[in-house]
């Protein structure tokens, strides 16, 4: 094995970084699920984690990812008030 390795230093070196991207991409995949399986934890929401897409949350549409689900909180909220906006309370209540 040795013999090989001082023989063919190039590919020596091309398999090590090979091994070394193949851990370091497991290791993101479950980080990856990890946080994705901590934050349906923390919200209480029911999550799955697609690999392409990312993390996924149940919300009564459908699955939304977890990036845009500002945006699908704020389209059901408008979708379930009587005049169709949002209701912030800007410039109104106690300082």
Not at 16 to 41: D, E, K, P, Q, T
Not at 44 to 66: L, N, S
């Amino acid at each position: 094995m040795k013999a090989y390795l001082r023989a063919k230093p190039l590919q020596t070196a091309l398999l090590i970084m090979l091994v070394i991207l193949a851990f370091l991409m497991i290791a993101s995949s479950l980080i990856n699920r990890g946080s994705c399986a901590w934050h349906g934890y923390q919200t209480d929401r029911t999550t799955r984690y697609a690999i392409g897409v990312g993390c996924m949350v149940k919300m009564p549409t459908g699955w939304t990812p977890q990036r845009e689900l500002r945006t699908e909180q704020q389209s059901i909220t408008s979708a379930h008030s009587p005049s169709g906006q949002r209701d912030d309370n800007q410039g109104e209540g106690p300082c």
